[in-house]
């Protein structure tokens, strides 16, 4: 694969004055960026080699999981429905600022029924099931003072009554849809009251994007609403996807189905909820902060009591219990799937043993008094015994999943052996809250493994091993060439072996990407995979891989990731610590260059310099000179790396000045790459 981005720039002194310090299309929320494709190109059908049907192994597969699984329990689907106000008027299609609709919930219409397994052959009965629950949507009342809007998101978005007017937990992903749903759906039902609370349950973007959408800043800064967020909330929901953002969008565009049609051959749900909201993601940074376990909280007259949940579901999360209406909110650390203990997007391993000994503490706190328990996504849990059982279900599956894998790592298995031999126990797998729908008990095993152990798995021909392309080209070589290797990976296709196929072909399109038999049987492998999948993030990689081997990438308009306020919230050295990873290091071998940055609204005055490939920054004044000095404010910064404007033009207008060797900022920016959205995954 040609990859431009390698070459030297020459005319890359002129592109720092017209574009210096652009983030690129990492910046903002990168776990987003591929979830924000979900409502506005998966309507149709891609042209190209359409899908095909499913195969009797796949239908094998899934009469299994029928077998397994009880669908004659209807209780999720009376809880599902359970205290419904009102809802939007059908077909739902919320309006969007664009040519896309906000959410537009008609594309999902094929999915009817109830309880009853009546899943087409190439779904999972299991993931159908989870998908038509996913279906149920409105205003619900949880129970008295608190209610919950589902279904218009990926997801929930909570409302607690106060003294003077709303505490809103988490509100959703866009502010076209908690804008949309508050004047639709709760000023109408529960009566026009100010929102004097916002709570952020944790750092992940779906349960703080919509919030300008709510309140204004204005109103927050002036005290007439408080922002409530775990402590690191900010530095959380900013940084993990700002180093490795281009990639994590990317593959996110995979794990969510963003670019597959919807349909029983392609996107089904998303695992925690339909899809992502098209629109504006917004922040505002919170003005008080959770930080221990057991504190109290009093908002608007409520009393919240803490539970501190760090590093489980996301870096900075908590939960909290209502003793006022005995009601526990779980954020996303109890939800009715198996979780993500590694996402398929990308991001920091989770501590499934830390996440297990939070559940259990919330059942010490509170299990003797709550009486409802409602989260982030899907539908609450009402009466003691039945929260107490599934956060105690929970809790066993998420330490289960920790301690038998390093049980099995500690006498000598590698993560491959671990996953592929360890299954939950039956006691956990029957329920459905503790399906994966999500997560899996495969990938999350091998997480707990790389958690404890890293990636290495001991095996010495494992440390070193080749790269894809070199890879594939010897092992079709050593197999007697492409046309035996198909030969024999269709044999095995026909005998539904399907991961092996996987596997071998593989190789074959790496080592040859130009090879269209071999492109399309892999696209027949990861199809059927993809049906038998009970994951959603698992069947939308293996049907939307299958997608651009056959058909090639269809690059659709992507949305901008740059949200103002994530980048204005983004601390300076997280700023500098994105360029390092821009920096090319051959480009920038054997070269040097000192620059100072002055930023004169916030004080900030840091060095910064390439030496040895690498960048390095400090606060601290150097006593050598300077290449170059760039002085400007925060606040144009901020606008440079949000496209608006240019050095050049801030030069200018004399809103910024450069003193030394402008050609040394020429050279430092002509050494930075700038990261291609679309790279390839299913071949190199």
């Known amino acids: 694969m040609s990859d431009d981005r390698t070459h030297t720039d020459p005319e890359g002194r002129r592109t720092f004055l017209k574009n210096v310090a652009v983030v690129g299309v990492a910046t903002g929320i990168g776990s987003v960026v591929g979830e924000s494709f979900a409502q506005s190109s998966g309507g149709a059908a891609p042209s190209g080699v359409a899908p095909k049907p499913a195969t009797q192994a796949t239908l094998d597969i899934n009469a299994a999981y029928a077998k397994f699984l009880a669908f004659s329990d209807t209780q999720d689907f009376e809880d599902a429905q359970r205290g419904l106000v009102a809802k939007l008027p059908d077909p739902v299609v919320i309006p969007g600022q664009g040519d896309y609709p906000a959410w537009d919930f008609k594309q999902f219409a094929f999915l009817t029924g109830g309880p009853e397994n009546n899943a087409p052959p ?19 009342k ?36 908690s804008s949309y749903v508050w004047k639709h759906l709760v000023v109408p039902n529960l009566g026009d ?118 590093q489980s579901e996301a870096p900075a999360e908590f939960m909290f219990y209502v003793p006022k209406y005995k009601a526990f909110c779980a954020a996303e650390d109890a939800t009715h799937t198996l979780h993500n203990l590694y996402t398929l997007r990308g991001a920091k391993v989770r501590d499934a043993l830390l996440w297990s000994k939070y559940l259990q503490t919330a059942i010490d706190m509170f299990g003797g008094d709550v009486q409802v328990l409602f989260a ?11 929260i107490v059982a599934f956060l105690g279900a929970q809790r066993d599956m998420y330490r289960y999943l920790h301690d038998q894998t390093m049980r099995l790592a500690n006498t000598g298995y590698t993560p491959l052996e671990i996953a592929e031999q360890l299954k939950l126990p039956d006691s956990l797998a029957k329920h459905w809250y503790c399906r994966s729908y999500y997560g899996t008990v495969f990938h999350d095993l091998e997480a707990q493994y790389n958690l404890r152990l890293g990636f290495f798995d001991g095996v010495p021909a494992n440390l070193h091993r080749l790269p894809p392309v070199d890879a594939g080209k010897r092992y079709v070589e ?10 024999k990976a269709k044999a095995t296709y026909d005998k539904g072996d399907y991961r092996f196929v996987a596997e071998v072909v593989n190789h074959v399109v790496f080592a040859d990407p130009s090879n269209e038999a071999a492109k399309h049987l892999l696209a027949d492998a990861y199809e059927q995979l993809g049906y038998q999948a009970e994951s959603a993030p698992w ?67 840091y060095i910064v310099g390439v030496e040895n490939s690498a960048l390095h920054y400090s606060k601290v004044k150097s006593s050598s000179p300077v290449d170059a000095t760039l002085t400007m404010t925060r606040a144009d910064l901020n606008s440079t790396m949000m496209g608006k404007t240019n050095v050049q033009q801030l030069v200018m207008a004399g809103n910024a000045k450069i003193d030394g060797d402008s050609t040394k900022l020429g050279d430092f920016i002509s050494w930075l790459d700038n990261f291609e959205f679309y790279f390839n995954i299913v071949t190199p």
């Open 478 to 487: 050593y197999m007697g060439g492409a046309a035996a290797v198909l030969h």
């Open 122 to 140: 190439t779904v999972n009965p299991s993931l159908w099931r989870n998908a038509k629950l996913n279906m149920n949507h409105g205003l619900f």
């Open 376 to 386: 982030s996504h899907f539908w609450p849990t009402w009466d003691n015994a039945r």
């Open 193 to 310: 009251k100010p929102i004097t609370t916002v709570i952020y349950t944790h750092s992940h973007v779906d349960h703080y994007g919509g919030v300008r959408g709510l309140v204004s800043e204005d109103d927050v800064k002036a005290g007439k609403v408080t922002i409530v967020a775990p402590t690191d909330f900010t530095d959380a929901a900013v940084s993990e996807n700002i180093i490795a953002g281009n990639a994590m969008g990317r593959r996110a565009s995979y794990m969510y189905g963003s670019l597959l049609p919807r349909g029983p051959v392609g996107s089904v749900d998303g695992g925690l909820g339909k899809g992502t909201s098209v629109g504006t993601i917004t922040m505002i940074v919170p003005t008080m902060f959770a930080e221990k376990t057991g504190q109290k909280l009093t908002l608007d007259g409520v009393e919240i009591v803490v539970l501190m949940a760090p």
């Open 539 to 605: 069947r939308n990689f293996y049907l939307t891989g299958a997608m651009e081997l056959r058909n090639g990438i269809k690059k659709v308009p992507s949305p901008e990731p740059q949200s103002p306020d994530t980048i204005q919230a983004m601390p300076l050295d997280m700023f500098l610590d994105y360029l390092g990873v821009r920096l090319n290091g051959d480009r920038a071998a054997g070269k040097k260059v000192t620059l100072n940055l002055v930023l004169t609204d916030t004080k900030e005055n």
């Open 142 to 177: 949880v129970t008295d003072g608190v209610w919950q809007i589902r279904g218009y998101d990926l997801s929930v978005m909570s409302i607690i009554a106060g003294d003077k007017g709303y505490i809103v937990v988490d509100p959703f992903v866009t502010t076209d849809i």
